[in-house]
Nanobody
């Protein structure tokens, strides 16, 4: 089992950048596929990005491709989401999630472990 804690959210202007971090507890982080999801008010939780246990495979939602980058540091048990060229429509609570697997998953239902979320607000 792993516990996840997100940080790095905040209020920024359109075009700015933010880097989210998700720190994991537990000794098996390096065997986990990690994902970032977001949920805006009144909307369903949606996939943003995911990364394999080794970092060699990644997947992105079309809406963030080319602007967001997911990465991980297994030595620090941390996964990151670098967000550039932020838009007002990126405003949401961002969650990290984990699943012990060698594969890469993009569906929220496939992830058993979740953090508490961090708010990202992008003003126009």
């Amino acid at each position: 089992q792993v516990q996840l804690v997100e940080s790095g959210g905040g209020l920024v202007q359109a075009g700015d950048s933010l880097r989210l971090s998700c720190a994991a507890s537990g000794r098996t982080f390096s065997s986990y596929c990690m994902g970032w999801f977001r949920q805006a008010p009144g909307k369903e939780r949606e996939f943003v990005a995911s990364i394999s246990w080794s970092g060699s495979s990644t997947s992105y939602a079309d809406s963030v491709k080319g602007r967001f980058t997911i990465s991980r540091d297994n030595a620090k048990s941390t996964v990151y989401l670098q967000m550039n060229s932020l838009k007002p429509e990126d405003t949401a609570v961002y969650y990290c999630a984990g699943r012990p697997t060698i594969l890469v998953y993009t569906a929220a239902d496939d992830y058993p472990y979740w953090g508490q979320g961090t708010q990202v607000t992008v003003s126009s």
